[in-house]
């Protein structure tokens, strides 16, 4: 099992730490470290400043919102800091829900986030392999456009830059059955948000029939600490937030993937909560059980203990959020 380093999107600003948390997981031997989007700091540009000041560590986004771009738009993302990193770029893309897609985005959310997805991914690697002209005759994602209200005046292009690899690695965030289904065919990876070793039976049916050399890379946060219920705070804060604040009561998927791992109760006290503005009461609301699982917290020797359960499932990549060196030296010597 490889380790990665996810440092996430920025807050109110950039983290002054994230530069030497990344340059020290390279020392460390991690293979890979991860940025993300939300609606603030952009996944492409950090990857960038990273990617200049090492050397070897892989680099990821961990997750790119599909709505922020056209699909070609992030193949061009992707393929320049491919060629600037000398082949380290790996393009992890997320769909997000509705209401981040239609409130920031101003675009409508697909009615098929299925189709919508496999389109996406078609065209990203018709530009990547770029064998001919980018063609395809899609519901969301048509090249040339074909829509009623175009000029009927598009070509079919291929990219002017030559990509440095055709099979650049791409991942999925996907979080609803079909939708992981449905990347196991059409990605060369996986990123769950939610990963518990004790319920593996959860993702069983979607991950079936796995392709040889498929990654799994789910993201956990990490902290080597004597006090389990303090570190796993963070933890809670994150899941109170995702499942009360990121999604509509109706619509909002992180909650529901946290209901099919067996904490439905839990999770919609928290989205009821969060709507009601008790934002406090909505973090101290999410169970412990669900945030230790689905984390790596306490003392060394618990950690260590904890991280063999990981090891025996098909997760193939660990992407830890570690907010300090110590804990990115424990893992590293833990996994060694």
Known sequence: MRLGLTLGYWGRGPDPGHLELAREAERLGYDSVWTAEAWGSDAFTPLAWI?????????????????????????????TLDHLSGGRMMLGLG??????????????????????????????????????PVELAGRFHSHPYAGADGSGLGKALKP??????????????????????????????????????MRTDVYAASLADLPKDFVIAPMARAKVCDDVAEGLLPVKAMLGFYIGGMGHAARNFHAD???????????????????????????????????????????????????ESWRRGPVTDLLVTAPDVRTLRVLAELNA
């Open 51 to 79: 990617a200049a000041r090492t050397s070897r560590i892989r680099l990821g986004t961990g997750v790119a919102q599909m709505a922020a771009r056209t699909p070609t738009a992030t193949a061009m993302h992707a393929l």
């Open 95 to 132: 769909l997000s829900g509705p209401q981040v897609v239609e409130g920031w985005y101003g675009r409508p959310f697909p009615s098929s986030p299925l189709t919508a997805t496999r389109e996406y991914v078609e065209v990203i690697r018709q530009v990547l392999r770029r064998e001919g």
């Open 160 to 197: 002017i830059t030559h990509p440095l690899r055709a099979d650049l690695p791409l991942l999925l965030g996907a979080e609803g059955p079909k939708n992981i289904a449905q990347t196991t065919k059409i990605a060369d990876g996986w990123l769950p948000l939610y990963w518990s070793p």
């Open 257 to 307: 993937l946290m209901a099919r791992m067996g904490f439905e109760g839990e999770a919609r006290r928290i989205q009821a909560l969060f709507a009601e503005g008790r934002k406090e009461e909505a973090v101290l609301a999410v169970p412990d059980a669900f945030a230790d699982e689905i984390s790596l917290v306490g003392p060394r020797e618990r950690i260590a203990e904890r991280l």
